[in-house]
């Protein structure tokens, strides 16, 4: 019932509707089962990938055999998606082996030329 989505007011009514079980009991009980709610999904990354790709590519044979191309589309882009082939490459490290620590050889222009070209005043 926890799964459903059922509250704890619903799930200790129906207890004591259905087996006419006491408050403190059912809250025992309520508790054993979100333990073990939280050991099933107490899993590895690399274990929940596994069942997730291959529920995926069940679903996609399972709409190809159907037609369903729309879904098979989304499937293979989902799997893509999981397993990091639209992720933008990392960024490549930048390397200054080839930039030189000495001065440039002529300063650089000071400006002084702008001034004789002619700026439009004849």
Do not use: Y
């Amino acid at each position: 019932m926890l799964i459903s989505g059922k509250t704890r007011r619903e799930i200790l009514r129906f207890a004591s509707d259905n087996w006419g079980m006491p408050v403190r009991t059912c809250d025992r009980l309520i508790a054993d089962a979100r333990q073990a709610i939280i050991q099933d999904w107490q899993i590895e990354r690399h274990e929940l990938l596994s069942q997730l790709l291959s529920a995926l590519s069940v679903l996609q044979l399972r709409a190809l055999h159907e037609g369903q191309l729309s879904i098979v589309l989304g499937c293979i882009n989902t799997q893509a998606r999981l397993c990091g082939l639209f992720d933008p490459p990392p960024p490549q490290p930048v390397r200054f082996a080839n930039v030189s620590m000495e001065p440039p050889a002529a300063s650089p222009p000071s400006g002084a030329w702008v001034r004789g070209l002619p700026h439009g005043e004849d």
